[in-house]
Nanobody, 124 residues
């Protein structure tokens, strides 16, 4: 699966952003999808994931209640809606597809394909 992320930018604390990730290649609807992020000097960390069906979603504790992941299988796109952003959310955000059909992402080792990353910067 080839992934193309977009939607990042520079915002102020308390603002919202929606990231998009367009997929092409293999059958998108069979893959669990997710978002990870990496801040300068830190390891890449899990942010959110959604099952292949869209029924199940998972979030890092740091973003629960503020971020929402969704997918539109008809458009081969996964989204990350982020509200009430704070400076600690500043990072490069990467979308990811699971290693295999019907698998769910939770860690970096679960990822089969990465998007190119989109920068999110939150100023205080």
């Amino acid at each position: 699966v080839q992934l193309q992320a977009s939607g990042g930018g520079l915002v102020q604390a308390g603002d919202s952003l929606r990231l998009s990730c367009a997929a092409s290649g293999r059958i998108f609807s069979r893959y669990g999808m997710g978002w990870f992020r990496q801040a300068p000097g830190k390891e890449r960390e899990f942010v959110a994931a959604i099952s292949w069906s869209g029924v199940d979603t998972y979030y890092a504790d740091s973003v629960k209640g503020r971020f929402a992941i969704s997918r539109d299988n008809a458009k081969n796109t996964v989204y990350l809606q982020m509200v009430n952003l704070n400076p600690e959310d500043t990072a490069v955000y990467y979308c990811a597809a699971a290693l295999s059909y019907y698998a769910t992402l939770r860690t970096v080792s679960d990822v089969g394909s990465w998007g190119q990353g989109t920068q999110v910067t939150v100023s205080s």
